[in-house]
């Protein structure tokens, strides 16, 4: 299983990225898909997740109203849609597979049985 996370970058506040994740060796279609990011010294924090077939989401409350995920199964790729980017939203940024036989906390990384290797977000003030 190989998840491929890209689209980080630098960014002035207020802008926008979207990263996207593409995923090989799972049946996507079968996978919760989230975002999770880690600053430097902090631990690493749930950001939003999505079902399988796209048709439910929910995002931690700092980032409500101006990031969305969306999943194409079709391309097996995940997006994160980032507007009004803001400093504390700098961070590595990981996208992570849930099996369906995974019965952890889906808001933690323990919920998450696949990592990809993160892609560096940064937003200057």
């Known amino acids: 299983v190989q998840l491929q996370a890209s689209g980080g970058g630098l960014v002035q506040a207020g802008g926008s990225l979207r990263p996207s994740c593409v995923a090989s060796?799972?049946?996507?279609?079968?996978?919760?898909m989230a975002w999770f990011r880690q600053a430097p010294g902090n631990e690493r924090e749930f950001v939003a997740v999505i079902s399988p077939s796209g048709g439910s989401t929910y995002y931690v409350d700092s980032v409500k109203g101006r990031f969305s995920i969306s999943r194409d199964n079709a391309k097996n790729t995940v997006y994160l849609q980032m507007n009004h980017l803001k400093p504390e939203d700098t961070a590595v940024y990981y996208c992570a597979a849930r099996s369906p036989r995974n019965s952890g906390n889906n808001l933690g990384p323990d919920g998450y049985d696949y990592w990809g290797r993160g892609t560096q977000v940064t937003v200057s003030s």
């Open positions: 060796g799972l049946a996507f279609s079968r996978y919760a």
